[in-house]
Structure formats: structure tokens, C-alpha cells
């Protein structure tokens, strides 16, 4: 079973500046089922990235995704105020069929 | 517009049942996969459930045994039927659609469209 981890657990940061996540797989795990998401409080997560690299529709062109093998970084090139939420990465494994969620990494107001 | 509305969740008392629904709409239920994800209070997210277009079902090791998934392809509506639940089940239930690529035309295994989620207390 394929583990993934986040780092760092929190990130504090001020708006315009730059956030780079880290998500970290215990075994290799193939590009074109790593994802990423966005959660705010009490709402639903939000897809960001799919296929490592591949922003969702109508993703703003500062989240970027990349990465191969078990290490992938998602990166806000300049946050908004309404980036800051909770992120979490998400990867699938087949035989059998498995979905797994990274702990997620908090990106907070300094 | 794609929207999933899910209904069903509650208060429940352990060894309990509980079938929550996800009704979609904007797409066709049946020619996707869905699947069901969870969230803790103060937790992250966990998958629960998935199942494909052809019919085709599985489970998290967690809950494998005691919940099952289903759809009403005539409603257009997803199920989670849950059954001997337990207090460490008491979380926000999520129903989600698999993300097809249409560029690739494969599906990415990934989650586009969520609902609002609804709320399963375990709880005596």
C-alpha cells in the first residue's frame, strides 16, 4: 500500500509571495494518477491539478504542478488571499483499485 | 451544470445503518465512476468507495464488508449503504465523479465534481 506524506505540515506565508508543497510517495507512483487539491473550511475539496502537471478547469495559472516518480511539488507562483486553505495530494493504485490522500499541508496567513 | 447533492447522513447509534444518497445532476451517473470519500472531524480526507461505469465495485480496507455502493441509474443517483457502524465512521461523507480526459480519453483516477458533502454521527 502506497503511502503518501506531505511537507511541511503548515506553511506560513504572506500574500504575493511564493509557496512550493511537497508531496512524497512511498513507492513510486505513476505521474498520470497523482492529483492535487484545494480545501477551504467547510466547503468541498476542490481539484487543482491532475496527470502531476495538468491544471483542472479554470485553475489559475499560478498553481503548477510536476514531479515523477515519488516526489511531486505543487507550487502557488504568487498567493491571493484566497489561496490560503488546506492542500492535499491524491494518488491512484491499481490491483486493487485504491484512492490515497496525503495528510495535507496548511497554508496559512503570516 | 454538473451538480451532486447528497442526502441520508445523521445522528446513529454504533452497530447502526445508513444509506446515504448523492443525486447528480449535469452528467450521467452510470457513465462515470463515482465514489465516496470521507473527512473526519478535523481530519483529512479518506477514500471510501468506488464504482465504475461498468459496475464493477471496491472498498477501503476499512470499511470493506460493511458498506456497500450502489447506483439507481434511473434516478441518476448515487448510494452508500452503511451498516455495524462504528464511532470512528462518524465523519463528512463525500460523494465525487471521476474525472474523464477528454483530451486523452482516458480517465485520470482523479476527482473533479464533489459534492457538498453530508454529516454521519456515530454516536450512543
Known amino acids: 500500500e502506497i503511502v503518501l506524506t506531505q511537507s511541511p505540515g503548515t506553511l506560513s506565508l504572506s500574500p504575493g509571495e511564493r509557496a512550493t508543497l511537497s508531496c512524497r510517495a512511498s513507492?513510486?507512483?505513476?505521474?498520470?494518477?497523482l492529483a492535487w487539491y484545494q480545501q477551504k473550511p467547510g466547503q468541498a475539496p476542490r481539484l487543482l491539478i491532475y496527470?502531476?502537471?495538468s491544471r483542472a478547469t479554470g485553475i489559475p495559472d499560478r498553481f503548477s504542478g510536476s514531479g515523477s516518480g515519488t516526489d511531486f511539488t505543487l507550487t502557488i507562483s504568487r498567493l491571493e488571499p484566497e489561496d490560503f486553505a488546506v492542500y492535499y495530494c491524491?494518488?491512484?493504485?491499481?490491483?486493487?483499485?485504491?484512492?490515497?490522500f496525503g495528510p495535507g499541508t496548511k497554508v496559512d496567513i503570516k | 451544470e454538473v451538480q451532486l447533492v447528497e442526502s441520508g447522513g445523521g445522528l446513529i447509534q454504533p452497530g447502526g445503518s445508513l444509506r446515504l444518497s448523492c443525486a447528480a445532476s449535469?452528467?450521467?451517473?452510470?457513465?462515470?465512476?463515482m465514489s465516496w470519500v470521507r473527512q473526519a472531524p478535523g481530519k483529512g480526507l479518506e477514500w471510501v468507495s468506488v464504482?465504475?461505469?461498468?459496475?464493477?465495485?471496491y472498498y477501503a480496507d476499512s470499511v470493506k464488508g460493511r458498506f456497500t455502493i450502489s447506483r439507481d441509474n434511473s434516478k441518476n443517483t448515487l448510494y452508500l449503504q452503511m451498516n455495524s457502524l462504528r464511532a470512528e465512521d462518524t465523519a463528512v461523507y463525500y460523494c465525487?465523479?471521476?474525472?474523464?480526459?477528454?483530451?486523452?480519453?482516458?480517465?485520470?483516477?482523479?476527482?473533479?465534481?464533489w459534492g457538498q458533502g453530508t454529516l454521519v454521527t456515530v454516536s450512543s
Open positions: 465525487a465523479r471521476g474525472k474523464y480526459d477528454i483530451l486523452t480519453g482516458y480517465y485520470t483516477h482523479t476527482f473533479d465534481y
Open positions: 449535469g452528467f450521467t451517473v452510470s457513465s462515470n465512476y
Open positions: 464504482i465504475y461505469s461498468g459496475g464493477s465495485t
Open positions: 513507492q513510486s507512483v505513476s505521474s498520470s494518477y
Open positions: 496527470g502531476a502537471s
Open positions: 491524491q494518488q491512484y493504485g491499481s490491483s486493487p483499485p485504491r484512492f490515497t
